[in-house]
């Protein structure tokens, strides 16, 4: 029984792993290629709501971070740009519409990085505050009170 088996086996792992390696090159091949197309953002339909600019805490100072609000496809995005690097690591941007002190209630909008970043805002919320946070040291190096609802 078992020298059956031995040879059951021995003939078909060799078949397994052609069938197997043909199975592979055949999906290398046929695979198809994804449509890349690339995508232009036209400024045309941006509208600009406001350009504001607010002080940021580094670890030499206080440098300058600039907001632009502009609107498109009826949606409200902030552009941050921070003029200096912050010496605090792991920069999230949050959006807050309550007056609490903590950010359990807070809208994430994204975590900030090198160069200008576009965050959109929650539907419907025009009036807020935008608030920087270092995750790592469980502090804010700035913020800036926002109300855009009269300028839609």
Do not use: C
């Amino acid at each position: 029984m078992i020298r059956q088996l031995r040879g059951v086996h021995r003939l078909w792992w060799p078949i397994a792993g052609l069938a197997m390696a043909a199975l592979i090159i055949a999906g290398v091949f046929l695979k198809q290629s994804p449509q890349i197309t690339p995508v232009i953002r036209s400024t045309a339909a941006e509208k600009n709501l406001a350009e504001l600019q607010f002080e940021a805490q580094t670890a030499q100072g206080v440098t300058t971070a600039s907001v632009r609000a502009f609107s498109r496809d009826n949606h409200i995005f902030l552009e941050l740009t921070v003029a200096a690097p912050l010496k605090k690591p792991d920069i999230l941007v949050y959006w807050q519409t309550d007056g609490s002190p903590d950010l359990q209630n807070a809208w994430l909008l994204g975590g900030l990085g090198g160069g200008p970043r576009s965050f959109p805002l929650p539907h419907g919320q025009v009036k807020g505050k935008l608030v920087l946070f270092s995750l790592a040291h469980g502090e804010s190096p700035g913020n800036i009170d926002l109300n855009l609802g009269g300028l839609l």
